[in-house]
T-cell receptor
Framework: GQSLEQPSEVTAVEGAIVQINCTYQ??????LSWYQQHDGGAPTFLSY????GLEETGRFSSFLSRSDSYGYLLLQELQMKDSASYFC????????????FGSGTQLTVLP | IAGITQAPTSQILAAGRRMTLRCTQD?????MYWYRQDLGLGLRLIHY???????GKGEVPDGYSVSRANTDDFPLTLASAVPSQTSVYFC?????????????FGQGTRLTVV
């Protein structure tokens, strides 16, 4: 199957900026999404990129470079509540519209 | 409140028993999915359905079956549970008319097979 790579852990302090990278296999790529999951909770949608460039939503931004098969999630002005797991997910073209998820990045925000 | 409801929220099941995890959505989404989440492995797709009446296999379908008799319901059945099926199971849906870019997840079912 298709595979995605993202760091397993990232640690940062409150108020800082952190970038979580994601690389993916190119074949059949349609778009890159990001999800947030707090411990014991359900994944929730953060952003989606189908075209190259930066998408900004408040403190969170997501970037995609299709030529590099690479994207990242940028979190600014980190808050303690941002401590969670962050998953990149790729939608591949074809008859099925399912998302393939990376293994997740555990973000810990320190005071 | 619109969304996805999963039941039960948790279950301890004896190996060899049959179990159906229920999933219902009221958003009229065409596409629905079942994922399992294991520590360090992220979310892995078990089965999916693009529309009522159709289903497909995901990355880890063995030991599981699904049905999609209508738009709202997408039950997942373990015919004969084994300990390796201990996991957290998430049901999700997306609106295929928008390209399915955003998936909405239920709160999950924590299943322990002993």
């Amino acid at each position: 199957g298709q595979s995605l790579e993202q760091p397993s852990e990232v640690t940062a302090v409150e108020g800082a900026i952190v970038q979580i990278n994601c690389t993916y296999q190119t074949s059949g790529f349609y778009g890159l999404s990001w999800y947030q999951q707090h411990d014991g909770g359900a994944p929730t949608f953060l952003s989606y990129n189908a075209l190259d460039g930066l998408e900004e939503t408040g403190r969170f931004s997501s970037f995609l470079s299709r030529s590099d098969s690479y994207g990242y999630l940028l979190l600014q002005e980190l808050q303690m509540k941002d401590s969670a797991s962050y998953f990149c997910a790729v939608r591949y073209s074809g008859s099925a519209r399912q998302l393939t998820f990376g293994s997740g990045t555990q973000l810990t925000v320190l005071p | 409140i619109a969304g996805i409801t999963q039941a039960p929220t948790s279950q301890i099941l004896a190996a060899g028993r049959r179990m159906t995890l229920r999933c219902t959505q009221d958003m009229r989404h065409n596409a629905m999915y079942w994922y399992r989440q294991d520590l360090g492995l992220g979310l892995r797709l078990i089965h999916y359905s693009n529309t009522a009446g159709t289903t497909g296999k995901g990355e880890v379908p063995d030991g599981y079956s699904v049905s999609r008799a209508n738009t709202d319901d997408f039950p997942l059945t373990l015919a004969s549970a084994v300990p390796s099926q201990t996991s957290v199971y998430f049901c999700a849906s997306s609106d295929s008319d928008t390209g399915g870019t955003e998936a909405f997840f239920g709160q999950g079912t924590r299943l322990t097979v002993v």
